[in-house]
């Protein structure tokens, strides 16, 4: 599987990780799912496909081809987690990968993955004062084959440059990051959970660094990537969640810059998202203008499943519209529901008073968030203006949100082969 | 003028450092100007006083009486630039205040002010990936008499108390962090220009530092103080600014967060500025919903003068409806006009199509941006859907924002003697 890194003694120094456990109970489950192979994206949604570039310098991208590697000594390496241990973010693996960007200094600099450390900045870096920053989440798996996957990497490099360009930031060719963090992946790949529902996610990251206040563009930037074992969201046999949906909190707004992946998208939501704790409800519910349409919950996409007056069945999300983060996850439960052929999919605004209509009418069915960190995340109800909405996903027959995740599951966990599940060779 | 230090030798190292460039030629200018003293504050504004506190815990706030300062060795001390040479933001000072948080510790820890340098933060701290930060921006001022002012930071104290809470991120006495920073001051005392139009700039910062993943409420924080000299922003005798006021980017809006000094308000900003810079506008004017009300300019609050259909000249600006930061420059602005008596103010929405009425019919006077960072920047015109709206703020005689200037001028160099500006002894 591996193939060797410049400076090589990988094999080495990989008898001396410790292993992680391995859930050896689930190892050799089947799975009965079968999803037709997509070979094209039907959708009318906004592509993320990488460019086609034709230039090779550095004001335009690094290159993987470049990119040097400095191992930990073996006695760096940190011993591994119990699965069950594993909260979310909070265990890093042995490495990280930099690359550094100064304009002065003619753009894109060398990638390098090195032993976790630190990061030092100046304390007037951009991103300190002025959120100069974005991030990605992706993750790899570990397949019932033992290979490992990578799902979908390209959409999150198109997003992550689209964020890059309306943050003043450098852009690169996804294509180069995705080769280096694939050989990130290899030199941690012990850290990759033997396991059919845990993952390994990866943050990468970029960050104005320069040294200056003043609201201004960043000459420098560090693009950085983390990883971390993270185990499933799913523990129970029912993991809905409860929302708050109250009209005097918005998250993104028109001429804003809601639809990309910034940090500053996500500082101000902390005092709402602690609001809906205070009062029992495990994720906030955003909505948007007078008419209280529903946008986003949490850090997911959303998805409403009903029955039409005409006994129709329909998905139905909030468009792409500026105010939306195009969702890897979202994008993909709207193309696998399209290959079904079993109901109408709608983007659209969905207000709340249609929530609350279809709900006394019994026509509500299923309501669920959708994002990498937890794939897809039922919902149960929603406290709005006093009244407490009961969604009956839960109670559903084959309901759509567990088969879309068992599809996704069975794609990323390689259950069945799929091009959206990259093996990482 | 200084007490000493606790570890004292400060006017042993004080002989060591190099001479800032004195301003001669400008040290002895009088000043004409009278302003009365103003014993209270008789806006209905928010007012920013320092709560009372009774309790001492360290989970409350950190105390001045814990500073422990750690000196630069004399050959670590840095050449002070010419005040020719003062770009805004880019020199900083020999030494810098922190304070570090953290609530399994206890809350907050003992503050430092130790040698400048870089902050070494986990690869993971929410700072970087969710812009858990704020800031805010005051200055000291070297008198005409020698001594150095700092101008009204209890209103800073108390903003940036409200940024805090809003981010999840721990509040402080406002008096405490002030005391430290005056010592700070003290320390670094030779680098507050001995000029006349020069000042001390100064940027308290908070930023979440816990290094994990997931967006939700930072258990650690970093409390630090930098300071730069900055140079005026007013070198010709015309320095007003041409705006782009374009409908299709938004700032802040209900329900967010524009009313508080989040770096998140900032990052999505640099778009919209390069935007402005490419049509030669120097400046962004924010506009707000359909009517297109004016909000902000730039970084700074905004300020119309004109006269009404009745002959009546009015000082509007927009209300602190939660879209507008509440500014201390603008606050000290209403405050000093409300006293002159000489004509009306409002604080109440003002929309573009109000602003081209005015401008048609000549009776549009003035218009100027108000911030710390400028004091106060007055406005030549208005690229707006197609069209350039001349603002004939330069062609007024003694205009409000010259004397509204000139009077923050003479308290902050302390040519009158006024509550606002804090001698620091």
Same mark, same amino acid.
């Given at each position: 599987?591996?193939?060797?890194?410049?400076? =090589?003694?990988?094999?080495?120094?990989?008898?001396?990780?410790?292993?992680?456990?391995?859930?050896?109970?689930?190892?050799?489950?089947?799975?009965?799912?079968?999803?037709?192979?997509?070979?094209?994206?039907?959708?009318?949604?906004?592509?993320?496909?990488?460019?086609?570039?034709?230039?090779?310098?550095?004001?335009?991208?690094?290159?993987?081809? +470049?990119?040097?590697?400095?191992?930990?000594?073996?006695?760096?390496?940190?011993?591994?987690?119990?699965?069950?241990?594993?909260?979310?973010? %909070?265990?890093?693996? +042995?490495?990280?990968?930099?690359?550094?960007?100064?304009?002065?200094?003619?753009?894109?600099?060398?990638?390098?993955?090195?032993?976790?450390?630190?990061?030092?900045? %100046? $304390?007037?870096?951009?991103?300190?004062?002025?959120?100069?920053?974005?991030?990605?989440?992706?993750?790899?798996?570990?397949?019932?084959?033992?290979?490992?996957?990578?799902?979908?990497?390209?959409?999150?490099?198109?997003?992550?440059?689209?964020?890059?360009?309306?943050?003043?930031? $450098?852009?690169?060719?996804?294509?180069?990051?995705?080769? =280096?963090?694939?050989?990130?992946?290899?030199?941690?790949?012990?850290?990759?959970?033997?396991?059919?529902?845990?993952?390994? @996610?990866?943050?990468?990251?970029?960050?104005?660094? +320069?040294?200056?206040?003043?609201?201004?563009?960043?000459?420098?930037?560090?693009?950085?990537?983390?990883? &971390?074992?993270?185990?499933?969201?799913?523990?129970?046999?029912?993991?809905?969640?409860?929302?708050?949906?109250?009209?005097?909190?918005?998250?993104?707004?028109?001429?804003? &810059?809601? +639809?990309?992946?910034?940090?500053?998208?996500?500082?101000?939501?902390?005092?709402?998202?602690?609001?809906?704790?205070?009062?029992?409800?495990?994720?906030?519910?955003?909505?948007?203008?007078?008419?209280?349409?529903?946008?986003?919950?949490?850090?997911?996409?959303?998805?409403?499943? @009903?029955?039409?007056?005409?006994?129709?069945?329909?998905?139905?999300? $909030?468009?792409?519209?500026?105010?939306?983060?195009?969702?890897?996850?979202?994008?993909?439960?709207?193309?696998?529901?399209?290959?079904?052929?079993?109901?109408?999919?709608?983007?659209?605004?969905?207000?709340?008073?249609?929530?609350?209509?279809?709900?006394?009418?019994?026509?509500?069915?299923?309501?669920?968030?959708?994002?990498?960190?937890?794939?897809?995340?039922?919902?149960?109800?929603?406290?709005?203006?006093?009244?407490?909405?009961?969604?009956?996903?839960?109670?559903?027959?084959?309901?759509?949100? %567990?088969?879309?995740?068992?599809?996704?599951?069975?794609?990323?966990?390689?259950?069945?082969? %799929?091009?959206?599940?990259?093996?990482?060779?």
């Amino acid at each position: 599987m591996f193939s060797s890194t410049k400076q =090589c003694s990988c094999k080495l120094l990989f008898q001396f990780q410790h292993k992680l456990r391995q859930s050896s109970k689930n190892a050799s489950r089947s799975c009965s799912l079968k999803v037709k192979q997509i070979l094209s994206e039907p959708l009318e949604e906004k592509k993320y496909e990488p460019e086609q570039y034709d230039e090779t310098d550095s004001e335009i991208t690094f290159r993987f081809k +470049d990119l040097t590697t400095k191992l930990c000594n073996p006695d760096q390496l940190r011993a591994k987690p119990d699965e069950a241990d594993l909260k979310f973010g %909070h265990i890093f693996t +042995d490495h990280m990968l930099k690359v550094f960007y100064h304009r002065k200094l003619g753009g894109w600099q060398k990638p390098v993955i090195i032993p976790f450390e630190n990061i030092s900045l %100046h $304390p007037a870096s951009k991103v300190l004062h002025y959120a100069i920053e974005l991030f990605e989440g992706m993750k790899v798996y570990r397949g019932v084959d033992g290979k490992i996957r990578i799902f979908r990497p390209e959409l999150n490099m198109a997003r992550m440059n689209a964020s890059a360009i309306s943050s003043g930031l $450098p852009s690169f060719y996804g294509d180069e990051l995705i080769k =280096c963090i694939k050989r990130l992946v290899e030199v941690d790949q012990e850290w990759v959970p033997h396991s059919p529902t845990s993952s390994l @996610y990866m943050r990468p990251t970029l960050i104005g660094i +320069d040294g200056t206040l003043g609201v201004q563009q960043s000459e420098s930037a560090l693009l950085f990537t983390i990883m &971390c074992p993270v185990g499933s969201y799913f523990s129970g046999s029912d993991d809905s969640v409860s929302l708050l949906a109250d009209p005097a909190y918005t998250r993104a707004w028109p001429g804003g &810059c809601g +639809d990309k992946k910034l940090g500053s998208n996500y500082g101000p939501t902390i005092r709402v998202q602690k609001r809906a704790l205070e009062k029992g409800r495990q994720q906030v519910l955003w909505l948007y203008g007078p008419d209280h349409q529903i946008t986003e919950v949490g850090t997911m996409n959303i998805f409403v499943f @009903y029955e039409d007056e005409f006994g129709e069945r329909v998905l139905a999300t $909030p468009p792409l519209n500026g105010l939306i983060l195009p969702g890897v996850t979202r994008q993909s439960i709207l193309q696998l529901c399209d290959q079904w052929k079993e109901f109408r999919i709608e983007q659209r605004a969905v207000t709340m008073s249609e929530i609350v209509q279809r709900s006394r009418s019994g026509k509500l069915l299923e309501m669920f968030g959708a994002g990498t960190a937890c794939i897809i995340s039922p919902i149960r109800s929603i406290e709005y203006q006093d009244e407490l909405i009961e969604v009956p996903t839960m109670q559903q027959q084959n309901p759509v949100y %567990h088969r879309a995740r068992a599809e996704l599951v069975a794609i990323q966990y390689g259950h069945i082969q %799929h091009p959206w599940a990259q093996v990482i060779e």
